[in-house]
């Protein structure tokens, strides 16, 4: 997974300057769309977009500090107007274009390499897991999409689950991880905007036909599933990394607002 996230980001390098990079990059990736945004979001903290906006800026910068015109520089990195290049270029790094030569500095954002190690540090690892056809089984409403924070809505359906659906629960739930894993999906906006609303459910994994009153099921194809494990302050440890995949998190007894995530993306491999 990380050398296909590698070759997107030499893909949208190579190709930095063209409209339609973002969707272009994306028929380079096994991972679907949504899912490759999704965990792109949950490495970096930023969007594709803002990621491809801030490499744009980054070399209208360095282009900039080498004497290109505002205007020209404007029109190579597809601003439409020279109002529009100057409010984005000040907003990512405070000066006017025109004001840059003159300050003597220059911001640099540079291209992105995966490795074991990103975001701020924290170890990132990946395992690959084949899984047979499974279902998620557990309650669910429909609540306001939110990127940051605690979604008082999910709160309020888990404080929602009975003493009989948690047995029920625990007794049907059979495949790994034995854990209570938290699956989003349908979406308004495709998890690309913070609005509208989605499907949370809170539930287990597990193969049994036959579930208790009151739960529902969201049946799931065998496939391969990549993992990515994570550890930091909750709940921003799994904020926005869930479309239709699915996360849990244990708190960490020995450290404050610390948890142990881990997000469960499927994914489709190529044929050779």
């Not at 028929?27 to 930023?46: A, D, I, P, Y």
Request: aromatic share 10%; charged share 25%.
């Amino acid at each position: 997974m990380l050398k296909q996230l590698n070759e997107t980001m030499d893909y949208i390098e190579a190709h930095l300057l063209e409209e339609e990079v973002i969707e272009q990059s994306m028929r380079q990736s096994c991972v679907s769309e949504l899912h490759f945004k999704n965990l792109f979001f949950f490495l970096t903290g930023m969007t594709l977009k803002e990621y491809v906006r801030n490499r744009r800026l980054s070399e209208a910068n360095y282009d900039l500090m080498n004497g290109g015109k505002v205007t020209d520089v404007a029109l190579k990195y597809n601003y439409q107007s020279i109002d529009g290049f100057t409010r984005a270029f000040k907003n990512w790094c405070g000066f006017l274009p025109s004001e840059v030569r003159k300050q003597g500095e220059c911001k640099v954002f540079s291209k992105l390499h995966f490795a074991v190690t990103m975001k701020g540090g924290s170890s990132m690892e990946c395992r690959i897991v084949e899984k047979p056809a499974f279902y998620f089984v557990g309650v669910s409403k429909r609540v306001p999409m939110q990127y940051e924070g605690v979604n008082q809505e999910i709160v309020k359906l888990a404080q929602s689950i009975t003493p009989e659906q948690r047995t029920e629960l625990h007794r049907i739930q059979n495949m790994e991880p034995s854990e209570i894993v938290n699956v989003s999906h349908h979406s308004d906006t495709d998890f690309l905007r913070e609005e509208g609303y989605l499907t949370h459910m809170i539930g287990v994994l597990t193969t049994e036909e036959e579930v208790g009153e009151g739960l529902e099921k969201l049946p799931m194809k065998a496939g391969t599933w990549d993992v990515f494990p994570n550890e930091g302050p909750f709940p921003f440890t799994l904020q926005n990394t869930e479309s239709l995949s699915f996360s849990f998190t244990k708190m960490d007894s020995e450290k404050t607002d610390s948890a142990y995530s881990e997000i469960w993306i499927p994914v489709t491999r190529k044929k050779r």
